[in-house]
């Protein structure tokens, strides 16, 4: 028999990371049997990261859901019988029916985020039928959207360089950012800087692969970095190092900003950050010194309650000192702006269905939304899909208090029984990356890719785009745009003059695989100032004063739950057990004069409590700063009872919709051999 020869499909890494990876599949007899790191893309040059070099073994694995399956025992016990289609449609249809009738169509509520971060497969999938049965709206903005309010707020975007430039920085400042771990293909090209002559600075409170790896490390205080921003500024204003040429031509409000920069002295800073004060002078001395000096901003600082306050301040730095005049210079934060407006997403997200007055829910309160008996209508249908938020939301506990209610239809599209696959009614297939259509943007960097279908799909699975033309056609919504094909909703997210002007088609993603989205901007887009802004200056506004900490006697410690690992990133790989075991158990790192105060030791078994839950997990000691404790963020509920999130806050940030849930103290005590802490 013959048999045919291998061949390799382009595509490209579906999770919620700046790198975006350009990959290739090679297949095997209707088989995929390797993915590998594009080597001709300019920014994945080859690598994948550690656990997309994996990629294939969710895509095969016997703990995938490859077929429907309804809820045959109570919620949250993971007791499930395999239906088929027809019956799960049939009776998810009926029951979204039902409860629309008696309630409104604002009695259901989607939750999706960017389990894959395509455009046909991501949020748009299914936009377009809840704004047809008028759900309620949901605000997705967990991550990114206070930064971007932030650094919006005084320069008018959130895309300032693009991060090949970086290898023409010489002070780079990598601040609240595990780049080796959250960014790892930016890091080649910050040493190819180094190797130049650029000194890295990282500013975090936690010893991070970065911080270790960097010519000098900061240590502040979490929730300081607004007070270190004004700080850095007033010494470089004091001693004359601020571009008062580039600040009189393209900032507006200086004169008032600067006068508050008077509250903020080195020795004031310190008090407030825990950073000496020379070191601040240091700091400042070097940063302003250095023409083209850049700072590197991601989203894990943002997750406070003045994270937008706290990334306009650092934004101001480049601006006071005139970085923006020289290539590597500046700030570098997100690029999705350049992908969003090169793309002709409207007619896929379809927001003019959307009825005047919808009720928005946001992400970050799932479990205020679901418990909360005042709420009218109330939630009586879930609806999930590319998301696991009984681990990625705050306040764990509350969510699932929600999921638990027996009146709640709970439907959700997954490849794996997650946590919150576990409380549905139905879980429904989906297909992995390897085996859908897709065009992916990318918040890291100014590349478009295409992925492409490199296998048929396992089992029963299908696309999410697959599974709102089934649901719409059980609920009888004859809607044309309701069933648009894979193959036309790509040719019209490409429908683009700005992406024909770069001469960038589908034919030519099918045969390279991947286009840089050029524009005029330039290496040094803001040389000459015409930031987006009304009037096109940069608008100083002075930081509220600094917020009372919410530490108490009982609950001193700072939490932070830190992407402290490539395995800890997310709940993706929870049910691959390569994973699970690089990934080992849940821990805590604390200070050795925090632990000995405490009498425990490296290695105990703890309990890491607050009001509003106690989380297990083993100690290692070092790491951080006195005063802070750090978590795996993604870690799954199911692997030591619960995670970080159970202990973190679901309030708001002060801009763009993102949490609070870095605002969290804890205590840490021992488990004594009774179980007790």
Same mark, same amino acid.
């Given at each position: 028999?013959?048999? *045919? ?7 490209? /890494? ?5 790198? !975006? /990876? ?13 993915? #590998? ?41 993971? @007791? ?28 259901? &509520? ?16 299914? *936009? ?48 609240? !950012? ?47 970095? !607004? ?24 900032? !507006? ?7 508050? &920069? ?10 407030? /950050? ?19 000096? /850049?700072?590197?901003? &991601? ?25 923006? @005049? ?112 897709? #065009?992916?943007?990318?918040?890291? $960097? ?18 999410? *785009? ?78 509220? @004063? ?21 395995? $800890? ?5 929870? $049910? ?102």
């Amino acid at each position: 028999m013959a048999t *045919s020869l291998p061949i390799r499909v382009r595509g490209a /890494c579906p999770h919620d990371c700046p790198d !975006t /990876c350009a990959w290739q599949v090679t297949v095997e007899e209707g088989r995929a049997t390797r993915v #590998v790191g594009d080597a001709e893309h300019p920014i994945t040059r080859g690598t994948l990261c550690a656990k997309v070099n994996h990629f294939l073994d969710r895509v095969y694995s016997d703990e995938r859901v490859l077929h429907p399956l309804r809820r045959s025992g109570p919620k949250g016990s993971g @007791r499930f019988e395999q239906v088929s289609w027809e019956t799960a449609l049939t009776e998810v249809a009926a029951g979204l029916a039902d409860r629309i009738e008696r309630h409104g169509g604002e009695t259901v &509520l989607p939750f999706s985020y960017m389990g894959t971060q395509g455009l046909i497969q991501g949020s748009d999938a299914g *936009s377009r039928f809840f704004g047809r049965i008028g759900a309620t709206r949901l605000i997705r903005a967990v991550c990114g959207s206070t930064g971007s309010a932030g650094v919006q707020q005084a320069i008018g975007t959130n895309t300032g360089l693009v991060p090949e430039e970086i290898r023409h920085s010489r002070f780079i400042v990598l601040w609240g !950012t595990n780049t080796i771990v959250t960014n790892v293909h930016l890091w080649p090209l910050i040493r190819e800087a180094q190797a130049e002559g650029a000194h890295v600075v990282v500013i975090d409170p936690a010893s991070t692969r970065t911080a270790r790896s960097a010519d000098w490390h900061v240590q502040p205080i979490p929730g300081t970095d !607004t007070a270190l921003a004004m700080g850095l500024m007033h010494v470089i204003v004091r001693d004359g190092l601020q571009d008062d040429d580039y600040l009189e031509r393209h900032a !507006t409000g200086f004169a008032d900003f600067a006068a508050r &920069l008077g509250e903020y002295t080195p020795e004031r800073t310190s008090e407030i /950050c825990g950073v000496p004060a020379e070191e601040i002078e240091r700091l400042a001395h070097a940063y302003a010194s250095t023409p083209s000096s /850049c700072i590197r901003l &991601l989203v894990g600082m943002e997750h406070r309650g003045v994270g937008a306050e706290t990334f306009r301040t650092i934004a101001y730095l480049p601006v006071v000192t005139g970085a923006w @005049r020289h290539r590597g210079g500046g700030l570098l934060f997100m690029t999705v702006g350049m992908h969003w407006s090169a793309l002709n997403g409207g007619p896929l997200e379809r927001t003019d269905l959307v009825r005047p007055g919808t009720r928005s829910v946001n992400m970050v309160q799932l479990g205020r939304a679901l418990t909360d008996p005042q709420m009218e209508p109330p939630v009586t249908a879930l609806i999930v899909n590319g998301s696991n938020p009984v681990v990625t939301m705050p306040n764990q506990s509350l969510t699932i208090a929600g999921l638990q209610r027996d009146d709640l239809l709970t439907v959700v599209h997954e490849q794996f029984l997650t946590d919150t696959a576990m409380h549905a009614d139905y879980v429904l297939p989906a297909t992995t990356q390897v085996e859908h259509l897709d #065009v992916m943007w990318s918040w890291g $960097h100014d590349y478009l890719t295409l992925n492409l279908p490199a296998v048929k799909p396992v089992g029963e699975a299908v696309a999410t *785009s697959e599974l709102f033309r089934r649901l719409a056609t059980a609920m009888g919504l004859a809607d044309d745009f309701l069933h648009l094909s894979d193959d036309a909703m790509l040719d019209i997210a490409l429908d683009s003059d700005e992406l024909r002007g770069m001469g960038i088609t589908r034919e030519r993603l099918e045969g390279e695989g991947w286009a840089h989205l050029s524009d005029d901007r330039g290496p040094t887009p803001f040389a000459d100032g015409g930031f987006p802004t009304d009037d096109g200056r940069c608008a100083f506004v002075a930081p509220t @004063r600094p917020v009372a900490s919410s530490r108490t006697a009982e609950y001193p410690l700072h939490l932070i739950s830190a992407k402290d690992s490539v395995h $800890h990133l997310n709940s993706s790989y929870a $049910h691959v057990p390569w994973h699970v075991k690089a990934a080992g158990e849940s821990t805590v790192s604390m200070h050795l004069e925090d632990a000995d105060a405490r009498g425990l030791e490296d290695g105990d078994l703890v309990d890491v409590v607050n009001e509003r839950a106690t989380v297990p997990a083993r100690l290692r000691v070092g790491g951080v700063r006195r005063g802070v404790v750090t978590m795996p963020s993604g870690w799954a509920r199911g692997a030591a009872g619960a995670s970080a999130n159970a202990l973190t806050p679901d309030g708001l940030s002060d801009a763009g919709g993102g949490g609070n849930f870095h605002d969290t103290f804890v205590e840490v005590r021992r488990v004594r051999a009774d179980g007790s802490a």
